[in-house]
């Protein structure tokens, strides 16, 4: 399986497994094999992160987490907290997705739930960085 080089410094270590033709990935917060899809490869590098360059604990980190938003239920890719609160809110997006204001602005609506200080728009080549004050997003380069 040929899986696009994503836009971290760090190299991580990965675990695979591949069952037929299809190919798994360890995730270390669920402590399971998950479908490799490219979202899912972009979520797991971000996973990596937080937990080896960043030493956050796998409790501190929350996936697929269901919301309701507008009465329809959604899932959240990654939630990073600090104390049990809302830190960092994550969305991942396929890398052969274009990161929009229509995506952010979806990001956003999502954290209108959520409530963290900031949030992570990515595709893994790209990632778009806002923290959230009084009421306003503050774009910057992280």
Partial sequence: M???KLNFQETFDFKFRKDKDKFF???LVRKTYLLLTPEEW???HWIHYYLTVKSYSTSALITEKKIVLNGL???IDLLVTEKAQP???IECKAPQIKLT???FEQTA???SIIGASEIVLTNGLQHINAKFK???YTFYKS
């Fill in 109 to 111: 609506r999502y954290n």
């Fill in 42 to 44: 972009v979520r797991q």
């Fill in 87 to 89: 830190k960092i809110l």
């Fill in 25 to 27: 990935i360890y995730d």
């Fill in 134 to 136: 009084e009421g306003n």
């Fill in 101 to 103: 204001e229509k995506t």
């Fill in 2 to 4: 040929e899986l696009p």
């Fill in 73 to 75: 239920t959604k899932r």
